[in-house]
């Protein structure tokens, strides 16, 4: 399976990007998606996921309220509004086949990896 993420770039505080990640290589369309975040001398953190079935989402504390998963057929988004300066950092795209009507934002759950893209939030 292969995830390539777009939609990075700079961003003034309270603004809005959308992140799109591209999914191919397998038949199944079943896979669950995470999104993760790693800023600067930080760990990965999980910042929104979605289940196979994509009914199932969830969200780490801090953007709650702010941004939204969303799947469509071998794409996968993250509509990110009001972002701040604590939003940088470079954000992957992940999947797991396990986690089909719930997900959890569990880094070591999530087999399949994108390569990044960065986001800056700065004026």
């Known amino acids: 399976l292969q995830l390539v993420e777009s939609g990075g770039g700079l961003v003034r505080p309270g603004g809005s990007l959308r992140l799109s990640c591209a999914v191919s290589g397998s038949t199944r369309d079943d896979y669950a998606f995470g999104w993760f975040r790693q800023a600067p001398g930080k760990g990965r953190e999980g910042v929104s996921c979605i289940s196979g079935n994509g009914i199932g989402t969830d969200y780490v504390d801090s953007v709650k309220g702010r941004f939204t998963v969303s799947r469509d057929k071998n794409m996968v988004y993250l509509q990110m509004n009001d972002l701040r300066p604590e939003d940088t950092a470079v954000y992957y795209c992940?999947?797991?086949?396990?986690?089909?009507?719930?997900?959890?934002?569990?880094?070591?759950?999530?087999?399949?990896w994108g390569r990044g893209t960065q986001i800056t939030v700065s004026a």
């Open positions: 992940a999947a797991t086949p396990i986690m089909f009507r719930l997900c959890v934002l569990y880094v070591s759950q999530f087999e399949y």
